[in-house]
């Protein structure tokens, strides 16, 4: 028998250290958190994705009264980019979210693990690691691959 431990890197900074390109996908995510329709919850998520054709695709949290049928705002900005290029790969994505007082969250969310699969599957496919900036009033979390946010993944199919 044997233990064993796993180590995640990520790095942690202001919002005013971020490079020109990711401080422009975060502000894009926040903007998406405007066009949220969150009802139930009341809290709004926005996600941006940066593809190698350097075009920015935006979603937002879409809530249902049947609650299943709702989606995250990470899936709807990534299917709405592999379906408006399905020839582009995905490099990074920002998430931002603003909370019950319409406030910008201090610390990062993070993907939830349904939108972890999807963000590994993409990630996969295309061969190449995706960026995850989460944006946090306080501090904004980068991790350099889908696979440090989701040890042990299932990608075994592809
Ligand atoms: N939500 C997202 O859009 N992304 C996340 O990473 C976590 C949660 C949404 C789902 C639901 O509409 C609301 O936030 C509350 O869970």
Request: proline share 4%; hydrophobic share 40%; glycine share 6%.
């Amino acid at each position: 028998m044997e233990s064993r431990v796993l180590n995640i890197k990520y790095v942690t900074c202001s919002f005013d250290e971020l490079e020109k390109s990711d401080a422009e996908l975060v502000e894009a995510a926040k903007k998406a958190t405007f066009s949220s329709y969150a009802p139930y919850s009341n809290f709004s998520v926005g996600a941006a994705v940066r593809l190698s054709n350097n075009e920015i695709v935006q979603g937002s949290n879409q809530e249902n009264a049947a609650f299943g049928a709702g989606t995250c705002a990470e899936r709807c900005a990534m299917f709405y980019a592999n379906s408006k290029y399905p020839d582009y790969a995905i490099c990074s994505i920002a998430i931002a979210a603003r909370g019950v007082s319409g406030e910008f969250v201090h610390s990062p969310i993070s993907p939830c693990g349904v939108c972890r699969q999807a963000l590994i599957e993409a990630q996969t496919r295309a061969k190449l690691p995706i960026r995850v900036l989460l944006y946090g009033g306080r501090e904004v979390c980068i991790f350099e691959s889908v696979s440090d946010l989701l040890p042990f993944q299932f990608d075994e199919i592809l």
